[in-house]
């Protein structure tokens, strides 16, 4: 099978699994807020910046690097010999991070987090690094070799098993009229990724074995390490300023006059209802990017130049039609989606304040990626870095004086710059094209002919005799069913030009 048609199939495959995944995951989330509250959620958000700080740690840097290797790789043993050094530093790494956590908890909690609540959430969530380090390297090795179903398997089953785990949880807790804490969703995300571990190892036991020589594990490792202590160093340092990032924004909200608990529902809110919405059509760039990344590595090693130019420009083109076009449908959608689907007003606020973050977000997913393959590593890094300090910045400056808003604003200038310096980047290396017309103006017509057929639906409907949420519903379902209708007939019929010239 050709490259290309490799790439192709492996992100259809990859993002029919996180679409499904990312669906999932959203029911997951509505389920969740209603059973333990916006400020229940604002709590078990905090635990996930030291959580992911943790993950960093553990296995950051391998898990790109052994996708990178294994994509160059030509020989079987050598592959497998990459996914078992992998796994040696990975679990190692998360033991220790692990133990750390589980018994440093408290402090962690009162002195970093400042907020004690979360000492049991982040003892027992300690358990699930180990299992995520090692879903990580067997999908790096899959995806290095450019085998997507089990990375896709795996992560729908995690979804499943959370989502169907937090609702016997929910039904158990309301049979019995227990209340309902936090606790019950870290207790979720434990069963969901051992079940996740166990599908790994059940995949890895198909695979067919090779002896594994002390002397080509040590050579392995350390071609690993070669890499990935540099991107290791590199996400630590990322997900430092982002856990501080995190831990910061409840405590900058209470200095702009809000009280505590209303901070934690905000916190809620933003990071638990209205970024998972936004950031929910990026699975779609991820895949893309994920399978970019090996793609890009191996055709840099053969100096394949017109290749990597070409993916380069249609995965920019693609991630930038379609970050506008979720400005337009956020935009449309973001009181449905907040006030109907969560039940939260402010969180429809905060959706059509934060679509206009769509296309520097995708965008800066895809551009990272195209870095990592081409080996500038330290370039994305430095931008991330910037992209990070403007968002602290905005946090410790706006937010008290002008709320949430701040930050906001905040996000939106972070993923801007970032992307331009991604773009400007590799705008330097590779000389890809960027055609305004076919990039933005083209999509902003399509986007504003789709919301208009959507208001169209919309206002016909209102004749009708059907009140209230019912109405809500049906206007919502059927002007997205034309909305994106529209916006899919212009989208195919710019494929089939591209495809024709």
């Known amino acids: 099978m050709s490259v290309k048609k490799q790439i192709i199939k492996g992100t259809i495959v990859l993002t029919i699994a996180t679409l499904t995944s990312r669906v999932l995951g959203f029911l997951y989330r509505i389920f969740l807020s209603n059973l333990i509250g916006a400020k229940g959620m604002g709590i078990f958000q905090l635990i996930f910046p030291v959580l992911g700080f943790c993950i960093a740690v553990s296995c950051g840097g ?3 690097a052994v996708s990178r290797f294994v994509a160059e790789s030509k020989s079987k043993a050598n592959r497998f010999m990459l996914l078992i050094s992998s796994l040696v530093m990975s679990l190692g790494l998360s033991a220790i991070t692990m133990l750390v956590l589980y018994f440093y908890a408290q402090p962690i909690s009162v002195y970093i987090i400042k907020n004690a609540e979360c000492y049991e959430l982040l003892k027992y969530a300690s358990v699930t690094i180990p299992l995520a380090s090692f879903h990580a390297c067997i999908a790096g090795f899959y995806l ?18 959370k989502v169907a785990a937090i609702f016997i949880f929910g039904i158990v807790c309301a049979g019995n009229h227990i209340e309902a804490t936090p606790m019950l969703a870290v207790y979720s995300m434990i069963i969901s990724e051992c079940f996740g571990a166990l599908f790994c190892i059940i995949a890895l036991s198909g695979e067919k074995g090779y002896s594994i020589k002390v002397n080509q594990l040590f050579s392995s490792m350390k071609k690993l390490f070669s890499v990935s202590y540099i991107l290791t160093i590199n996400k630590i340092m990322i997900t430092f300023l982002q856990c ?6 409840p405590i900058v909200l209470v200095k702009s006059g809000l009280s505590s608990d209303t901070a934690l529902s905000l916190y809620g809110i933003l990071t638990g209802m209205a970024l998972p919405v936004i950031s929910f059509p990026s699975a779609i760039n991820s895949s893309v990017s994920t399978m970019i990344l090996p793609a890009i590595a191996g055709a840099n090693t053969s100096g394949n130049r017109l290749q990597i130019r070409k993916t380069t420009e249609i995965s920019i083109w693609f991630s930038t039609i379609m970050g506008i076009f979720f400005i337009g449908f956020f935009l449309y959608f973001g009181d449905f989606i907040g006030g109907t689907v969560f039940g939260h007003s402010q969180a429809g606020d905060y959706i059509k304040i934060l679509a206009w973050l769509c296309p520097f977000m995708y965008l800066s997913i895809t551009m990272g990626s195209i870095l990592h393959g081409l080996g500038h590593t330290n370039a994305a890094f430095v931008h991330n870095v910037i992209g990070t300090l403007i968002r602290l910045g905005c946090l ?8 949430i808003v701040g930050y906001l604003w905040g996000l939106l200038g972070s993923d801007l710059i970032t992307t331009l310096l991604h773009g400007r980047y590799i705008k330097k290396d590779i000389n890809f094209s960027f055609d305004c017309m076919d990039n933005i103006i083209f999509p902003v017509i399509w986007v504003a002919c789709s919301i208009s057929a959507g208001w169209l639906v919309k206002y016909i409907l209102s004749f009708a005799a059907i009140q209230g949420r019912l109405f809500s519903f049906i206007s919502s379902g059927i002007s997205g069913i034309v909305l994106i209708g529209v916006f899919l007939y212009f989208l195919l019929r710019r494929l089939k030009e591209l495809k024709a010239g």
């Open 244 to 249: 501080f990032e995190a831990i910061l924004v």
């Open 396 to 403: 410790w400056f706006l937010v008290p004086k002008v709320g």
């Open 62 to 64: 391998i898990q790109i």
């Open 144 to 161: 290095g070799m450019k085998r997507t179903f089990v990375p896709a398997v795996s992560s729908i089953l995690e979804q499943i098993v």
